[in-house]
């Protein structure tokens, strides 16, 4: 059976790469033909090499009180996912499961694969227990499913990295007792398998995982003994052997809070550090750009396909704004952000559907 009645299938095939993504759920519902093209992971990359597919942030934010029309941080804010389009400067809001009715776990974890965002651990917003609940969004049939629960005991405050195709990784963070972890694990996303990775060679509390070249990179944290004294080192998980490699001593620059470190392109790393962002190619940091006096407290930063969108605030209690850095010259655009997506963010992922 065509496609569109009418026309060759590859010219249909063509016409249904073209619908934006929120639309994606009503193409599905229209025949099987369609659900079953739309579906493939084909049809993604189609749209990725016919330059057709969309450029996705999504956050967790903190919805925004208003009082006449000015922000107001809340004592207890509800966090929410929302969607930036940086590449348009839209902003949307993706609808909750019912199960996320009083907001999303304090410090949950996001990680996209394929056309697959998860949503994993964090406190929960009532009990203030540790969830180790895992839910991931598909964007192309718009739906929430529950996935496998994270396995062994509470962790709250890991890396999470995503190698974009089919795993999740989770290293360090902290246990119930606040004791730091040195264990990590993956989660294969398409099964719905937890697999258990080896252990780390050291603690690493509040550490930040990137996924780069194969490897899975954990960068800082801190061990139980340090309680909140970041240290400079990281460690690299090799998938090929599956095996970690030395602790890399010296790392970062200066011992701080890594998590607005992120991937760059051509093996680079970005990160802010005070008012600084600052790149890290070939073991050597150095200065790029100057953080825009709006962000100078940066609460997200994300990276894609040469451009950094860092996300924050002049200052405490202060509406939160959007600001792209251009790697290829280092200049700065401001995204403007509605009042509503002005809430705190915490934390993010990039993908592309």
Not at 23 to 38: D, L, M
Not at 126 to 136: A, E, G, N, R
Request: net charge negative; proline share 5%; aromatic share 10%.
């Amino acid at each position: 059976m065509a496609l569109i009645s009418g026309l060759p299938d590859d010219i249909a095939y063509d016409c249904l790469s073209h619908v934006e993504y929120d639309q994606f759920p009503t193409v599905v519902s229209v025949c099987k033909g369609w659900k079953a093209e739309v579906e493939l992971p084909e049809f993604l990359q189609h749209r990725k090499v016919a330059g057709r597919s969309q450029r996705l942030i999504v956050m967790v934010q903190a919805h925004v009180v208003s009082n006449h029309g000015v922000f107001k941080s809340p004592d207890s804010p509800v966090y929410r996912l929302t969607i930036c389009e940086p590449d348009l400067g839209n902003w949307s809001e993706l609808p909750l499961l019912a199960h996320f009715a009083d907001g999303l776990p304090m410090f949950c974890q996001l990680a996209a694969v394929g056309s697959d965002l998860v949503v994993m651990g964090g406190w929960d917003p009532l009990t203030w227990t540790i969830s180790k609940s895992v839910f991931i969004y598909n964007f192309v049939s718009g739906a929430w499913r529950r996935g496998t629960d994270m396995p062994g005991g509470g962790r709250i405050f890991f890396g999470c990295a995503a190698d974009s195709e089919q795993m999740v990784y989770v290293a360090g963070g902290h246990d119930d007792e606040k004791n730091a972890l040195r264990s990590s694990m993956a989660y294969d996303v398409a099964k719905d398998e937890w697999i258990p990775l080896p252990d780390m060679a050291r603690e690493r509390d509040e550490c930040k995982a990137i996924f780069q070249g194969g490897k899975l990179h954990v960068i800082g944290g801190y061990c139980t003994e340090m309680q909140g004294r970041f240290e400079r080192s990281t460690e690299t998980f090799n998938i090929s052997t599956w095996l970690w490699n030395q602790v890399q001593e010296g790392f970062l620059q200066v011992a701080t809070c890594p998590r607005t470190c992120v991937d760059g392109d051509d093996e680079t790393m970005y990160m802010c550090r005070g008012d600084d962002v600052v790149q890290q190619k070939h073991d050597t940091w150095k200065f790029v750009a100057k953080l825009p006096a709006q962000v100078r407290n940066p609460d997200c930063v994300t990276a894609w396909q040469g451009k950094v969108l860092v996300i924050g605030s002049a200052g405490f209690g202060e509406p939160h704004r959007a600001y792209v850095l251009h790697l290829e010259d280092y200049t700065w655009t401001k995204l403007e952000t509605p009042h509503k997506y002005s809430g705190h963010v915490q934390s993010s992922c990039y993908l592309e559907v």
